[in-house]
């Protein structure tokens, strides 16, 4: 075992050092960031805040600390808008008044000459003179998430307070918006109404779902598809999520439910089409294996009286059923060591302790009857364990019907459950 | 079965008509799958002709007011159903028929009908705090995925939790809407619709009948960090549990009849993360009636920064089973696994996740005991146990992601006195100007079965779809699957696909 557990530890190893990354190459992001970044910070999410092109050079830290500009001076719609879709960054006429710049016509757009920088090159990177008087298209989608600025500012939430410290930086990019951990700082509300208005109930920032998806959050952009980061209910949705899943949605009954139907779960736990994800390859001639490397868990999506049984049954490899081409040796081992006394390694009694469950996917409980129940030809072989006694007088009351299988209601024995 | 779909389509037809104003869908899923089961020696034993279709109706904002700008929070209402017809044409229709001794399986059905769910939802009543679902409903928690027709309330309180209470009737296999075969209900009993049968026909199989349930739990609400659930469930038994005919060797237990417990459990589970430092979940389910913690498992989580996420995973399980079953009190030992995990997100295209677990469980290997078993009963020392068994195993995944693009690795290993199980998939997915899809599966798989060596193989296979979309939600899509091994030679699988969604 030892061998085998090393070569594990090989594996695993092996497996960490390929799939570790690099030491990081790029500069460190500018600092300070919004409330609820990360340290060093890897950015806001891509699929919410799609990727952006600014070719733009822009000094906030001039214009606000040392002009004395208020956000709202260029953002006026920061205080007022009701949409993501409302453009905020200001037009090339809000420029103007100071750099004496002209972009009323963008066809015919004049560079300024007052005491404010006002040539094209000072903002516009790349901006080659001569070159048909065009600079490189600023790009910035929406965010693909429901937000208003105007139901924040009038409960006089600031700017810093979801932006960060802008006015320390350069230029600003999508690494300030909004993170959604700053955001739970307010959002941490349930939806009783005596939480107050900052609801934390997910499609209060994110968009509902259509076509498909109705009733959900939407989760599917063309900029990607929307996965809970792994500090939110620790449900990082990685390439072994579905081994671990159980954990996250055992413990909030509604928290999968707001990106997946019942469907996306009934179709493994009540599915009716074999999941390759997780049985592999020829998995009707592999089960066998697992069921005896102690897998349990099979009634995770399995009921065994109803969906293996079945099936054995018509294979004809149970005891009971219409048979046909089913021998007891050809799937236990020989009488010899499988039933016969003396018990030793390999009996049926220690393979059913170390996995009953494995018994429960081809016998019904009358199999077992026949020999453990005190008529049948067995004679009554205890199948109990060790100290059933202390608590078969409550089970015996509440439901006799399994003590009654094997026992006589006058058996002495029974009385000791009395 | 036909009046039932009938009804089933009645009551479809009446919600959509109902949510006329509201917004809504109409979602249908077919998979059709054919493939033989072959015996060692080669001649089919099951020639599967598979169509499974279902058909789902939802409508939202029953109200009306949801989707208004700024009405986030108003009530709202939502119907949902989903009605599926499972069927295998392959199957030998004396299988299911009670007069064909000879071939009858109990409680196979050749195209069962059953509705997955159907109810009423009501969210935020009540300024916020109350919230319903009435009708065909799923539930999940620490006691699992579960069924039942009946009524829920969930009252949301100022206090960072919510009180649940709920009741109705077990989902259970051969009741109307519900198949033939129980999904939902505890294992360990053979139950199903005994219409036709006669009394010595297979009397283990139990006729089913009406399960009442009810349950409650309270739960944590309001909070990013933190997720708990308490829940606690009990169904009742009220079919006749003994079908016995004279002459058998069974045939005279007594009868026990009228309700009687069918599960009672207690389940928790509770989810604390902390964004900088790592997360704990943890859970356990206790069987009340058995008197035994049947699950217990927990893991700790450590974000070794951003991209890194190192785990270690405890979990026990101990098979219990409903009440009914002589299972319950069978000698039955838990495993435990203890694991190790390592989670990486390289980039934001690629991530890899590699595990290792050991197994453990004990094994009683006593020498032979009958002629004092019964003495050694009362003294609580039937099995004396001599120590522990160990199974090993780990698995390695990665997955790379564009959004045209997925391609998923597994390598898995188990190891054990029982067999060994070793292979990799690798599987591909791509999709071409947003509506041709594109998939392939190849893998090579390993088993070596010990206590039947003569079942051991390797296994190398492939698989290879295509389709078409043809609708953001609707597609068509062939898959075709080709495995080999010296057991069964050559095993192919056909599948076809088709999901339409319509948005009246």
Known sequence: MISRLLAIALFLAAALAIASPPAPATTPRPSPLPPGAFEPDTGPSDVIYPAQSIPLRFDHKKHVKDLGQRCTSC????????????????????????????????????????????????????????DGNTVARVIMQSANMVFSHAKHSVRNIGCAQCHGAVEELGIATRDQ??????????????????????????????????????????????????????????????????????????????????????????????????????HPADYLSMHPVEA????????SCHREQSFCVPCHQRLGITQSGPGGAHTAARFHPPPSVWSDAPRKPGHHAFEAERNLS???SCHVERDCVMCHGGRGIGGGVSPHSAGFLAGCATQLRRNARPCFMCHDPRDAELAQCR | MKRDVGIVACAALLAVATAAR???????????????????????????????TTL??????????????????????IFRARLRYDADYGADAASASPT???????????????????????????????????????????????????????????????????????????????????????????????????????????????????????????????SARLSYRRVYNTNTPFNGAPGDALAAPPLVAGPRLSSER????????????????????????????????????????????????????????????????????????????????????????????????????????????????????????????????????????????TAQLRATGNFGDGGDRVGADLYVERVLETRYLLSGRVGAWQWDDKLRPDRSAVNVGYAAGIGYRFAPRSRASFEFEHNANRLVGQRLRFMLWLSVAVLP
Request: proline fraction near 5%; glycine fraction near 12%; charged fraction near 20%.
């Open chain 2, 22 to 52: 509201a917004e809504g869908e109409i979602t249908s899923d077919t998979a059709a799958q054919f493939y033989d089961v072959r015996s060692p020696t080669g001649e089919t034993v099951l020639a599967r002709r598979r169509v499974t």
């Open chain 2, 266 to 405: 207690v389940g928790y589970a509770v989810n604390a993360t902390a964004p900088k430092v790592g997360a704990l979940q943890a859970g356990l389910v206790y069987d009340v009636y058995a008197g035994l913690l049947s699950n217990v498992y927990a893991t700790a989580d450590v974000f070794a920064g951003r991209k890194v996420t190192v785990s270690a995973d405890f979990d026990y399980f101990r098979p219990t089973f409903d009440a009914d079953s002589i299972f319950t009190f069978f000698a039955a030992e838990p495993t435990a696994d203890l694991g190790l995990r390592a989670h990486v997100d390289a980039t934001a295209r690629l991530s890899a996740s590699a595990s290792a677990h050991v197994r453990t469980m004990e094994t009683q290997t006593a020498p032979h005991l009958e002629g004092a078993t019964r003495a050694l009963s009362a003294a609580g020392a039937i099995y004396p146990s001599n120590g522990v068994a160990f199974n090993e195993g780990g698995s390695v995944q990665a997955r790379y992601r564009r959004l045209d693009t």
């Open chain 1, 177 to 278: 918006l909004p993170r959604m951990r700053g955001c739970f700082s307010c959002h941490q509300k349930s939806d009783a109404a005596s939480r107050g208005e900052a609801k934390g109930a997910c499609d209060t920032c994110h968009i509902k779902g259509q076509g498909g998806e109705a009733g959900l959050i939407r989760t599917r952009f063309p900029s990607g598809a929307l996965k809970p980061p792994a500090w939110l209910r620790d449900a990082e949705h990685g390439p072994d999520f579905i081994e671990r899943h159980k954990r996250a949605a055992g413990a909030d009954s509604q928290f999968c439910g707001n990106c997946h139907k019942e469907d996306f779960c009934t179709d493994c736990h009540d599915g009716r089409v074999r999941t390759a994800a997780i």
């Open chain 1, 292 to 299: 005896q490397l102690q897998t349990q868990r099979c009634t």
């Open chain 1, 358 to 360: 494995a018994c429960v």
């Open chain 2, 100 to 226: 064909s001794l000879d071939k009858l399986v109990p409680g196979f059905s050749r195209g069962p009908v059953d509705i997955m769910y159907g109810y009423v939802e009501g969210r935020r009543f009540v300024g916020g705090a109350l919230g319903f679902r009435l009708g065909r409903q799923l539930m999940t928690d620490a006691l699992g995925w579960w069924s039942f027709d009946g009524g829920e309330v969930k009252v949301t309180t100022p206090a960072y939790f919510a009180v649940e209470g709920y009741g109705g009737l077990e989902v259970r296999g051969g009741l109307p809407f519900s198949g033939a075969a129980g999904r939902w209900e505890r294992d360990g009993v053979s139950r199903g619709d005994r219409s036709g049968y006669d009394a010595a026909t297979y009397p283990g199989f139990l006729d089913a009948d009406v399960a009442p349930a009810f349950g409650a739990a309270i739960e944590s609400a309001g909070v990013s960090w933190l």
């Open chain 2, 56 to 77: 789902g109706v939802s409508a939202f904002d029953l109200l009306g007011k949801e989707r208004s700008a700024g009405q986030h929070h108003e009530p709202n209402l």
């Open chain 1, 75 to 130: 953002h006026p719609g920061g205080a007022t808008s009701t949409q993501v879709a409302d453009r905020l960054t200001p037009p090339g006429t809000k420029c103007d008044g100071c750099h004496a710049s002209s972009h009323a016509d963008l066809s015919a757009v004049r560079a300024g000459t007052g005491s404010a920088p006002g040539a094209c090159a000072t903002c516009h990177e790349g901006y080659v003179p001569g």
